[in-house]
């Protein structure tokens, strides 16, 4: 067993979820087969439905130039309140079984301005802002809870980030 697989990813042990809804920008990643390289404008908002569960609306200029959206539903695990479970599969397909991916919040600010968010496998990592820039200190204090939790960051991808929003999306 690697020291990597020795530690254990963890999740934020309370998250307000209320607190956590609404327009985050996507600072840093690691690299997606669903997402461009090149992609900019990265932002993901999510906002409560009817049913309890979350709706995540992604947003990017590709590499293309050209405008994406993803539209997926998360689902908080009531067991522990910094973990969701997510789909990005069409409304109807929804109901099929392991097709949701796990969504850890690893650390957020107390002001919820900043969030870690990967998934146990250390496969897939963001940095998320409340607006499109971040200081290097904070950006260096997320990026080590990173780290101490074994994400390797070699690959990281810090996206451009203008400020505006993805709003014509094709399909949308």
């Known amino acids: ?5 020795g530690r254990e990813v963890r999740s934020v042990a309370d998250l ?21 390289d090149g992609a900019r404008d990265v932002t993901a908002e999510y906002s409560l439905r009817d049913d309890g569960t979350v709706q995540v609306d ?21 067991d522990h309140a910094g973990r969701l479970r997510v789909t990005f599969l069409p409304e109807g397909l ?14 957020i600010d107390p002001d919820y301005r900043h969030a870690l968010v990967g998934t146990p496998d250390r496969k897939h990592l963001w940095l998320l802002a409340r607006e499109p820039r971040i200081d290097d200190a904070t950006e260096r204090e997320f990026l080590d809870e990173a780290r101490r939790q074994g994400y390797e960051l070699e690959r990281w991808i810090r996206p451009a980030q203008s400020g505006a929003r993805v709003t014509d999306a094709a399909g949308a």
């Open 1 to 5: 067993m690697s020291e990597q697989e």
């Open 16 to 36: 307000d979820l209320q607190r956590y809804l609404g327009l985050w920008y996507e600072l840093g990643r690691l690299p997606l087969r669903f997402e461009d």
């Open 58 to 78: 992604n947003r990017c200029i590709d590499a293309d130039g050209e405008p994406t959206q993803a539209l997926g539903q998360a689902e908080p695990d009531a």
């Open 94 to 107: 929804r109901w099929i079984p392991f097709t949701r991916a796990d969504y850890w919040v690893l650390r």
